[in-house]
DNA sequence: GTGAAAGCGCTAACAC
DNA sequence: GTGTTAGCGCTTTCAC
């Protein structure tokens, strides 16, 4: 590998007049950047980043803390971080903390550790006394989630969350449902949300909550809605409020060989590979997946160039789909 | 930030005793260790990772180069990936090609140009001259395909393409099948191997092929199958290669409005949240993906403590699960 | 416009 | 065992 004392030699140049070239700075002769150009040519000159980014101590990676990879939503997003990250020359280290507030701390620490630019990040509820208490000296922007009042500047992109929950419930509410059972995931504010939209549509109707904490897991989805159906009451439906805890409540459903939606209906988030394909097709707040890690990417390259900028809130709007799983009660 | 010339200050020794101690190198006094400790917590220092990986010309970075994180077959071993590394205290990188080999050279050069420790990496077919052509000097291992011969070891680990493929024909020839016809990702050398298994069992059966190189996305295989089964000679049975296609292939059944057996069997590859919610559930060949990225690590890690250890090759085993959606024809 | 030189924070000879 | 020092490859003042 070539390094840029090389690169200046082998066009008679000083390493100063290559740094200038290849950072596109000003105040270069014409002549000059074609002898530094040709002479990077000629040796496959790259610039070593690491040593960029130790001298100048800003760099070109940025992070993405994500709670589990395998949640189509943080998948989805993850894909347009990447996409739109490396547009703009950034790449990608990503992590997943199983929302566990302990890796969490370790791998914003990291982060830091490894000098990122910036910080994509769908944090616990502990996330923000961790950041007060250590100097993050990078941007964040959050996905997903809501978070406490940090001592810097946040941007945060996630829908309105009350509104989706509250409008699914409703829509089951319109087609006959009564005894509607809430799945909500564990340890986000996000569940936390849903559960008041939900909580709220319910009150509207004078009908009672059943709602239930559960980890975003297949496995405890299914163990959850399995107590439920099988309790002395059971609920004519269900919301949940995540892919995995939709897959389980379906796994629950059919381990017990109900009928959907005539036995017990079903309504969820995320728009999934499968979603559409189970019969009846499910019943679900379709969130911008894509588009939320496209602009959560572009706020935090924004806020890069501008850390004192002030902080946003972006929220976008979740598409109700109809699917046969919410078909009005007959 | 602290630097380690400050803890050096603050502990009353050289900067040299520091980095020893932290990099628990033999040879401190344990008195002097625990003054360094001390001042290293109280400044609250962390190594500068940037620095470290400048300096010793090795870095605590992998990269991890595959098609599109939304396969699930990625997403999984990505999530094994990067438990695996950080439990080494390595980083991972991330990107996605797309089957495209600029954007797979250009992450390559990337990940030079990042000083990472290694590699993991589903290639496209072109990817070997590439790596010749350019001073790769990191050690890569390929993930779920096989790739030429390189100028330097490469470990790879995948299941054994051939016989999966032969074994799921051989099971839909064995319950009466016929005309099967065969969606084959294109670009990766594992979509060629599917082909071989397949064609050898129709062969061994005196049946005649019908094969379809798509690219690996569920539109493309939806519309594949849809022409497929529009034909004068629809086929009775779809094998497919991977989930996306497997997908794919649905979509078009259930557009058409054929009925999974009876009027089409369906078999393919990865195990996915939505294959056994489907209805009937689908036969396929279930690879065991968060051991294949596990694994992966391990060999990326072992090879860069040392680079020159002789070129492995990890061939596993898929299993077949039997769903409804192959069941014997009547 | 261009070059000389300092130095980002760290590690690893080498000297003692 | 410990300290001194050079230098990883780059950017960026500061002269000229």
Redesign the pocket.
């Known amino acids: 590998?070539?390094?840029?004392?090389?690169?200046?030699e082998a066009a008679?140049?000083?390493?100063?007049?290559?740094?200038?070239v290849?950072?596109n700075?000003p105040?270069?002769?014409s002549?000059?950047?074609d002898r530094v150009m040709q002479a990077v040519e000629e040796l496959g000159?790259?610039?070593?980043?690491?040593?960029?980014s130790?001298?100048?101590?800003?760099s070109s990676s940025i992070g993405l803390i994500v709670s589990d990879i395998r949640n189509p939503y943080f998948t989805s997003v993850s894909r347009a971080v990447e996409d739109t990250a490396y547009e703009q020359g950034y790449s990608v280290i990503f992590c997943n903390t199983d929302e566990n507030p302990d890796k969490e701390a370790l791998y914003l620490h990291l982060m830091r550790d490894q000098n990122v630019a910036g910080v994509i990040f769908s944090p616990t509820r502990q996330a923000s006394a961790d950041l007060n208490a250590f100097n993050i000296d990078f941007p964040i922007v959050v996905v997903d989630r809501s978070i406490e009042p940090c001592d810097f500047p946040v941007d945060v992109i996630r829908i309105d969350n009350v509104d989706a929950a509250y409008r699914l419930t409703e829509h089951l509410i319109a087609n006959g449902y009564r005894r509607i059972a809430g799945l909500f995931g564990e340890a986000s504010t996000t569940g936390r949300e849903r559960r008041t939209g939900y909580e709220k549509a319910l009150q509207a109707h004078n009908l009672s909550p059943l709602a239930n904490y559960v980890p975003p897991r297949i496995e405890a989805g299914a163990e959850a809605a399995r107590a439920l159906l099988k309790s002395d009451s059971p609920p004519d439906a269900f919301l949940t409020t995540n892919s995995l805890l939709m897959a389980g409540a379906l796994v629950a459903i059919r381990d017990l060989d109900l009928r959907v939606p005539d036995q017990v209906g079903l309504v969820g988030f995320d728009k999934t590979t499968w979603s559409t394909l189970v019969q009846p097709s499910i019943t679900l707040i379709d969130q911008p997946t894509y588009q939320i890690g496209r602009t959560a990417t572009e706020l935090l390259l924004e806020r890069i160039q501008d850390p004192d900028c002030p902080s946003r809130e972006v929220i976008l709007d979740g598409k109700l789909v109809l699917g046969g799983s919410s078909a009005p009660r007959s």
Chains 1, 2 share one sequence.
Request: charged share 30%; aromatic share 6%.
């Open positions: 590998m070539a390094s840029i004392k090389e690169v200046a008679g140049v000083s390493t100063a007049t290559v740094s200038r290849l950072s700075k105040y270069v002769r002549e000059m950047r000159y790259r610039p070593n980043l690491i040593a960029r130790l001298r100048s101590q800003r």
